[in-house]
């Protein structure tokens, strides 16, 4: 919120005489009560005489090609002759005597302009008539000012300090909580904590109207709270704000408009109740507060036809609607140049149906922002009262004597805190005095009992945001100053020092992808559900038990996902889009499967019991963490150390291995096929011979549909699902050497090779150390379907220097159980 420092000290000045703050003090007096601030800039300087003048005389000079007026202006003695002042200006919004200020020749205006005596159609200019703009009021003004005739006195005296002075505007961060400091009064309220200041309420007693206005139909389907609605009569069309109030709202980033609609503001900026002015003259018959029909056409204030939807909240009368609740008014009924008679509206709307408005509509106004985060019940007779007392002394005219109101102030809310509870959270030892005292400054009322350990608080009408102790407690620490809490390392207990089993094995595994070449990139939890019928699983493919999310952020991603790999693979095509073509991504993430349609929800009044914990748990949705890869492009690049590498199948296997090490798990690896992998080029990964992920090529239908590199690899599995081992190793040690053999066998083509070497390694024994895979030959000689495995086996003794004939013979006896239990033959 803009907020002018001069305003703020004026309101808080009434009860403290004497006070003075600078801009950096206020700043700081912000922050130390919770409201930070985007900064603070003075108003622009201005140098030389600015003075207030009269204008006498108006020439028209119709010759040039648009409107230009010639005035006589009366600036008194400040010209030093007591003459007349003759002055181009093509503003036309005033007339002869009308009061201005008026920058003399010497006078340097806001961006460095230089006022001097100069000629310019056919007329010497001896200074210039100023617009709010050109004194740095605001960015953009129309016409020049005009000062109502308490200025008269002050002609040809310096216009600066009269005009208000210079000043510092603050641009407040109100946080969504607190609606209330959206106004002078919150703002005032919490200022005056800051420097322990006098606060008195600008809130006083509402009059009693006699009679009544139109009748309205607050409807229940609209989820309104109240809805009030006064009349003034006969005021004059031409009437204008006073200088000090369209200051005022200029620096508060509003601008001017009339006189009804800137009390309206006024008032809002003032008090923090959103009001609309609505010309009587032009709404015929009651008023209908009601939901809109799906479809239902209406214009609003900034002349845009809106399509309205049946969940926004409207306004009518009998010719249809006239203003969208909380939002925007309309066309229909606007204040124009011959309105005389005006209705003002003051209403408390829902805030969450004031806020799904806004967005559907992509429309913002300061009253919608204010609606939304929660505006006090209990001030629209005064806020009613102020306005009407406004727009009569200004405009003239007559308040009726009658008020239609509609809903009642909802009864306070009562909370009970126990005033050891500040103490204990913050560590510092708060007085049953200073608790109730700062309880007090946020316009709670506190009565003490259980012999003064406990409080019953009475919470405001305006602080919505208070629901529970908690919130009380954060006000007293606020307010007593969070930098007065000691920082306190706390001290662990024994056995809970350090990571948790899981949080060491997540860590384990980013690290090691992260060294073996991999970006992290962290997927979103989100993915649009359409992307499984893009990889065409089966209708009962468990990734599509997905969790809907009510209020997406996204529309076309309303799904927890399930898999990682959807928005890994949007990464991919990012990159590739930009140029690297060359990726190599891994994430580590939960995802989310749902466990049932719905989750029973239990008396809140009582602890639950044991079985609605365990029937509420066991409904939540199961949350396993997941880690995937994917890879596309060269993996090695080619250089003067020679030919790149393309990122393969087995790299993506490779990952996995990768994470199983980190993991301190054995995995196996077996062919298979899943969507949305390459039937041939898919292999499972197993832990004690259950499936925990896949990895391979990506199928290249699925690689074309979303746009990826051809070949692009992928890696997914289920971290939870690893068991946790103590997989200690001792370092075997052996100063014999190790013998080498090498063994070839033909197998059929279907064969996965893993399978052969686990073979080899179950018949070659105990001395066998290793066994690796390292050629895979085809040709027409091996006979139809049939491939040759060529391994490389290591043999050692931990005790001796083997043989040849030992060694072979171990090589021999692996080649025998490979005969008898896959029908391979050894190649010679």
């Known amino acids: 919120m803009l907020i002018s420092q001069n305003w703020l000290q004026g309101v808080l000045g009434e009860h403290n005489p004497g006070w003075t703050v600078s801009s950096e003090q206020l700043d700081a007096g912000f922050v130390s009560v919770g409201f930070e601030t985007e900064g603070y800039e003075p108003l622009p300087e201005i140098t030389g005489p600015v003075v207030i003048g009269r204008v006498e005389e108006i020439e028209e000079l119709t010759q040039f090609k648009k409107p230009i007026r010639y005035c006589q202006v009366n600036v008194g003695d400040a010209n ?72 008269a006195q002050h002609i040809g005296e310096d216009a600066l300090p009269l005009l208000g002075g210079a000043d510092t505007v603050f641009d407040v961060n109100v946080t969504p909580d607190r609606g209330y400091a959206l106004s002078m009064r919150g703002l005032g309220r919490e200022i005056a904590s800051a420097f322990n200041l006098a606060f008195v309420d600008p809130v006083g007693e509402a009059s009693h109207p006699s009679g009544s206005l139109i009748d309205i139909d607050l409807r229940e389907e609209t989820k309104a709270i109240r809805f009030g609605l006064r009349k003034v009569t006969g005021i004059d069309p031409q009437a204008q704000s006073p200088f000090w109030m369209q200051r005022i709202l200029m620096l508060s980033g509003q601008r001017p408009v009339n006189l009804a609609t800137d009390v309206t503001n006024y008032v809002m900026l003032y008090l923090g109740q959103p009001m609309h002015a609505f010309d009587a003259n032009k709404v015929a018959g009651n008023l209908v507060v ?208 350090g990571l948790s089993p899981a949080q060491k094995r997540r860590r384990a595994i980013g690290h090691s992808l992260a060294y073996a070449g991999y970006a992290e990139v962290i997927p979103s939890p989100f993915i649009n559900a359409e992307i499984f019928n893009t990889w065409e699983l089966d209708a009962d493919d468990e990734r599509r038990n997905v969790v809907s999310v009510q209020n997406p952020l996204e529309a076309d991603k309303a799904v927890l996902s399930s898999t990682l790999l959807p928005n890994m693979l949007e990464a991919v095509a990012r990159n590739v889009a930009r140029g690297r073509n060359d990726v190599s991504l891994f994430g580590v993430q939960q995802v989310a499967f749902k466990r049932a349609d719905s989750t029973p929800m239990p008396d809140v009044s009582k602890r639950p019991s044991d079985e609605e914990i365990e029937q509420l748990l066991n409904t939540l949705p199961s949350q396993p963490l997941h880690v995937a890869t994917v890879g596309a492009g060269n993996l090695e690049f080619e ?25 301190g798990v054995e995995i196996e690896v077996e062919k298979a096929e899943a969507k949305p992998w ?151």
């Open 80 to 151: 030093g002759t007591g003459e007349l002042q003759g002055i181009i200006c093509g503003a036309r919004n005033f007339e002869e005597g009308s009061l201005v200020p008026v920058s003399l020749p010497g006078a340097v205006l806001p961006g460095g302009f230089k006022i001097a005596a100069r000629e310019t159609y056919d007329h010497i200019s001896n200074g210039m008539i100023c617009s709010a703009a050109e004194l740095g009021l605001t960015a953009k003004s129309e016409g020049i000012i005009t000062l109502d005739e308490s200025f």
């Open 290 to 497: 009601r939901n809109a029909q799906a479809g239902e056409k209406f214009e609003t204030l900034d002349h845009v036809k809106r399509e309205l939807f049946a969940d926004d909240v409207v306004i009518c009368d009998d010719t249809g609607i006239q203003s969208l609740a909380g939002v925007m008014g309309g066309t229909t009924s606007e204040i124009s140049d011959d309105t005389t008679d005006v209705y003002f509206e003051a209403a408390t709307w829902d805030p969450i149906t004031v806020a799904r408005s806004s967005r559907r509509h992509k429309l913002s106004s300061e009253a919608s922002r204010r609606f939304e985060r929660g505006v006090d019940p209990a001030i629209v007779e005064y806020s009613l009262d102020l306005a009407c007392e406004l727009l009569v002394e200004y405009g003239g005219g007559h308040v009726e004597d009658a008020r239609t109101l509609v809903g009642e102030v909802p009864d306070p809310q009562v909370v009970a805190m126990d005033t050891i509870k500040p103490s204990q959270y913050a560590g510092v030892e708060y007085s049953q005095e200073t608790i109730t005292a700062r309880l007090e400054e946020v316009g709670c009322s506190v009565a003490g009992f259980d012999n003064g350990k406990a409080l019953d608080v009475t919470i405001p009408s305006w602080r919505t945001d208070i629901e529970e102790d908690v919130d009380l407690v954060e006000e007293v620490l606020r307010l007593e100053g969070l930098d007065a809490i000691p920082s306190i390392l706390p001290i662990p207990t024994i056995g809970s020092r």
């Open 678 to 828: 390459h039937p041939g080029r898919c292999a499972a990964i197993k832990v004690d011979g259950d499936v925990v992920g896949y990895a391979g090529e990506l199928h290249p239908q699925i690689v074309k549909a979303m746009g990826l590199p051809a070949r692009t690899c992928a890696m997914e599995l289920d971290v939870t699902a690893l068991p946790f081992t103590a997989n200690l190793p001792a370092p075997v040690l052996s100063s014999f050497p190790t013998l080498h053999q090498d063994i070839a066998v033909v197998v059929d083509e279907d064969l996965p090779a893993e399978t052969v070497r686990q073979t080899l390694e179950e018949g070659a024994g105990e001395l066998l150390e290793s066994v690796e895979l390292f050629d895979v030959f085809r040709g027409e000689q091996l006979g139809e379907a049939k491939k040759s495995l060529a391994f490389k086996m290591l043999f050692r003794a931990a005790d001796r220097t083997l043989t040849d004939e030992e060694a072979n013979t171990h090589r021999l006896a692996a080649a025998e159980l490979a005969k008898q239990r896959l029908g391979a033959e050894m190649r010679a």
């Open 639 to 663: 250089g003067p150390w020679g030919e790149g590498r393309a990122y393969t199948y087995a790299d993506a296997i490779e990952s996995a291995r990768q994470v199983a090490r980190a993991a």
